[in-house]
């Protein structure tokens, strides 16, 4: 598709990002559109992100963005942040979460072996950092009346992926903050929600054990195939805009349709092409009863 031309969606409007990291990331291309749609836009993210990432390259890009160093896990660097942010803008309009980091998926500890100091660590800054956010955004009185706020979530938080481990956790819980916060700060007609997302190769979500099944599987069940960043970018800029400003404590998915398919023929076709041989089922996974039960029964029908 040929790129994306300015629509002017979000002139006059000012907010913040957390969680811009490189051109593979979510609150990258979040950030390029609603730069794209006219709003000045600070950015933010841990030290560390400035070291071993491209947020002051996004900086430049988005005409010398503000460049904020917060820890969303941390309150101090927080109430800092809002200190910046009131100084540079006065109030805002929008505020986005594009946070996530688990140490267990890094590590590539299994669920039932999660080490519980990351786990603790993982809900924190993916979960609860939205809580404090949104929090000490209202503390420093620095949302607008009809500000937007979004986070980006995965599926997940649902529905088990095996993979996922403690992120889905962390997600449930953002999910759940993002509801209860909006459910409040409607009198101030502020809205919150989720955007739940395909899975994109991002360092986070690369990250996951198997990530590139997941991605595959997911793009072929879909009927739009999987949504890239740019797409969820684009996306996100609608959710930041007046159009949208009775649209709250919703969990949106982003997924080009995955999350409300059932079965597609091709799918069910591919699959069938491996179930019969034993040994690329034993590979995946499946436990010798399910391999017997499946092929006695199919032996029987035949
Ligand atoms: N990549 C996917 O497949 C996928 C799918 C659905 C949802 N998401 C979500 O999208 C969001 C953005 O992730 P991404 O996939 O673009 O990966 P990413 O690695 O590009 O972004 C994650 C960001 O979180 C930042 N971060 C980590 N700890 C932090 C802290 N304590 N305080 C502030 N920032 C911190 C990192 O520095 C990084 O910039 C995350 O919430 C992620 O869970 C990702």
Not at 23 to 47: K, M
Not at 79 to 98: L, Y
Request: aromatic share 8%.
């Amino acid at each position: 598709m040929a790129e994306m031309k300015s629509y002017g969606l979000l002139k006059g409007k000012t907010g913040i990002i957390f969680g811009p990291l490189d051109e593979s990331s979510i609150g990258w291309h979040i950030t390029r559109s609603i730069y794209r749609e006219g709003a000045e836009v600070a950015i933010s993210n841990v030290a560390l992100a400035l070291r071993i990432g491209k947020p002051q390259e996004l900086a430049t890009l988005c005409g010398d963005a503000p460049l904020i160093v917060c820890d969303a896990s941390n309150q101090q660097e927080i109430d800092a942040c809002f200190a910046q942010v009131r100084e540079k803008f006065g109030k805002i309009d929008f505020m986005v979460h594009a946070v996530g980091m688990s140490q267990n998926i890094r590590k590539g500890i299994p669920y039932e072996k999660s080490n519980y100091d990351w786990y603790l660590k993982t809900l924190d800054v993916s979960g609860l950092s939205l809580h404090r956010l949104i929090a000490s955004a209202l503390e420093h009185d620095v949302l607008n009346d009809y500000a937007s706020v979004l986070a980006i979530t995965h599926m997940a938080a649902q529905r088990p992926f095996t993979t996922y481990t403690d992120m889905a956790e962390a997600k449930a819980i953002l999910e759940s903050i993002a509801r209860n916060f909006a459910s409040r700060l409607g009198a101030k007609k502020i809205r919150v929600n989720t955007v739940s997302q395909s899975p994109t190769w991002t360092r986070a979500g690369s990250g996951i054990e198997d990530f590139d099944k997941m991605f595959y599987y997911a793009d072929l069940l879909a009927p739009l195939g999987n949504a890239s960043a740019e797409e969820c970018g684009d996306y996100c800029a609608t959710l930041l805009s007046d159009y949208t400003r009775k649209v709250t404590m919703q969990n949106l998915f982003h997924d080009g349709g995955f999350a409300m398919m059932g079965l597609s023929q091709s799918m069910l076709r591919l699959m069938d092409s491996a179930m019969w041989d034993v040994e690329t089922m034993k590979t995946a996974g499946f436990t010798d009863e399910q391999i017997e039960r499946v092929h006695s029964r199919r032996n029987a029908q035949s």
